[in-house]
């Protein structure tokens, strides 16, 4: 029987790599914009390999996928995809964490350092007439007083923290899977959470979401940071409670935020974060170079022949059996 190979759905101009690689194969190709999980498990119904971007990947689709198929996600995270119901299906999952590592730390130093700057509220006090460089900028320390702290610091938090070091931070980080070794050579101090909190004078977030970490900057956690700490949120929506953060900036808890991703994409028009002062906003868009699109439906290119070949894929997901 001809393999199939099913992409679920997709933002991309065009698909040409991924069906070059399944003709190349042998296999069927096919592409969908499916975006319910009644409309995936159709969709992949009797396919050796799924290819999924935002779709969610449920139980009813890894049982409609031929035994022993392959799953690829388009991206750095798996949140859509079921991961009990692939391993129970005999599915192994594969994902692309590497594919936009610069975009993501460039994006990311650069909102810390236009929060600590304050451009944007500079910007927008020059334009409604004032000139008032020291009302609208206080309290602001030089970096060499400036405590970045991570929250998670794997492949993107060190790439941000190489990007940030020539400016004079001194960096804390709480990431379980560091030790004093790996902290010692990355030139980073290991602290707990309460000091991580209560330290830092801009929190980056680095962390997946997982049961531990969804919720972790609450309404508690962030009382516990000072007045005039900063954000940055490129790494999960989940790690925020995203009212108890709207609430804390508009009470002057916190100083400022700069998010990039959200519990709901796209960001829902009656969130409360779009009308919290001091935050800046962008639509999941650090990921973004023309680049990083080719790399990533190149590197999905590759694990589809991968997968029509027998082999796993070439980043399985962890814990699973790729």
Known sequence: MTAKVVVTDYTFPDLKQEEAASRTAGADFAAHQAGTGEEVAAAVAGAQVALVQFAPFTAAAAQAMEPGGTVIRYGVGYDNIDLDAAAAAG???????????????????????????????????????????????????????????????????????????????????????????????????????????????????????????????????????????????????????????????????????????????????DSPLRAAPNLILTPHAAWYSEAAIANLQRLVAEDVTRALAGQPPRRPVPGTGG
């Open 91 to 269: 599915l192994s999952v594969g994902y692309v964490p590497d594919y936009c590592a610069e975009e993501v730390a460039d994006h990311t130093a650069a909102a810390a350092l236009t929060l600590l700057r304050k451009l944007v509220p500079l910007d927008a006090s020059l334009r409604g007439g004032d000139w008032a460089a020291v009302a609208v900028a206080r309290p602001m320390k030089p970096f060499s007083q400036t405590v970045i702290g991570f929250f998670g610091l794997g492949q993107i938090g060190q790439a941000v923290m190489a990007r940030l070091r020539g400016f004079g931070f001194t960096f804390i980080a709480h990431d379980p899977g560091l030790d004093a070794s790996d902290a010692a050579q990355l030139g980073v101090e290991l602290v707990d959470v309460d000091r991580l909190l209560a330290d830092a004078d801009l929190l980056s977030l680095h962390a997946p979401a997982t049961p531990q970490t969804i919720g972790f900057l609450n309404a508690e956690r962030l009382a516990r940071m000072k007045p005039e700490a900063m954000i940055v949120n490129s790494a999960r929506g989940q790690l925020i409670v995203e009212e108890d953060l709207a609430a804390a900036l508009g009470a002057g808890g916190i100083g400022g935020a700069a998010l990039d991703v959200f519990r709901t994409e796209p960001l829902p028009a």
